[in-house]
Nanobody, 124 residues
């Protein structure tokens, strides 16, 4: 079993920044890839970014390229999402997920474990 807990969400003005954290437990953190997804009301959960087990490669959705950065610190069992230049359309619940089979996947079905999510609201 893998347990994931997100934190760092909140209310920010457009153009501001937030850093989300996802703390993992229950299994050796470095054994799996990690991803971030988000879901707005009435919308499907969408891929944001993913990172390989050792942090060597990352992938980003076009909507966040140049603004968001994923990173991980395996010594702290934590993955991060740095979000800059936030826009109102970034408002959503943000989820981290663990992929024990593949890596850099963009589909929700590729991920084995999910956190409960953290709310990010960007005001205009």
């Amino acid at each position: 079993q893998v347990q994931l807990v997100e934190s760092g969400g909140g209310l920010v003005q457009a153009g501001g920044s937030l850093r989300l954290s996802c703390a993992a437990s229950g299994r050796t953190f470095s054994n799996y890839a990690m991803g971030w997804f988000r879901q707005a009301p009435g919308k499907e959960r969408e891929f944001i970014t993913a990172i390989t087990w050792n942090g060597g490669r990352a992938d980003y959705a076009d909507s966040v390229k140049g603004r968001f950065t994923i990173s991980r610190d395996n010594s702290k069992n934590t993955v991060y999402l740095q979000m800059n230049s936030l826009k109102p359309e970034d408002t959503a619940v943000y989820y981290c997920a663990a992929d024990l089979t593949y890596g850099l996947g963009r589909r929700t079905a590729e991920y084995d474990y999910w956190g409960q999510g953290t709310q990010v609201t960007v005001s205009s």
